[in-house]
């Protein structure tokens, strides 16, 4: 029997669960739900991929992303349905629960769906580390 999560949403689906997903557009050109997030600087940027990152991987269901100093866009759609699924749909919701909504940067070429942020406990595992010395303790991440 086929996985129901892998089958494509209809349109009408679609528009339900981006109803549900405010910070998310559908991005029809790469058949994918797209965020774009600007965090404070590289090191909160780098922190949410790897939380990010555990929960896909927990998943079997990878993003999409380009990371950018402290820019982070995120697509997520599912290759073996060749459009968006219930997967992306439980991506989207988990990676909300990690970054809430947020302010809109100004000029996104993403009608207004990119988002400045700032949320220092992204940057698990950094926690009393001096992040403007020159050299950071890669060790500890």
Do not use: C
């Not at 995120?74 to 459009?83: F, K, M, P, Q, V």
């Not at 749909?89 to 990676?95: K, P, S, T, V």
């Not at 100004?106 to 698990?124: D, L, N, V, W």
Request: proline share 8%; aromatic share 6%.
């Amino acid at each position: 029997m086929a996985d129901p999560t892998v089958a494509p949403l209809t349109p009408e689906q679609r528009s339900q669960a981006l109803a549900t997903l405010p910070d998310w557009t559908y991005d029809p050109s790469r058949r994918a739900f797209h965020r774009a997030l600007r965090l404070a600087d590289f090191a909160e940027a780098i922190g949410l991929m790897m939380r990010i990152a555990v929960v896909a991987e927990k998943a079997d269901h990878h993003p999409e992303w380009t990371n950018v100093y402290n820019r982070l866009e995120i697509w997520l759609t599912t290759h073996d349905a060749g459009d968006v699924s219930q997967r992306d749909i439980d991506l989207a919701r988990a990676i909300d629960r990690f970054v809430p909504a947020a302010l809109p940067i100004e000029g996104s070429p993403h009608a207004g769906k990119a988002q400045q942020i700032h949320h220092p406990e992204i940057i698990t595992g950094l926690a009393g580390v001096d992040r403007r010395e020159e050299r950071l303790p890669f060790g500890i991440l």
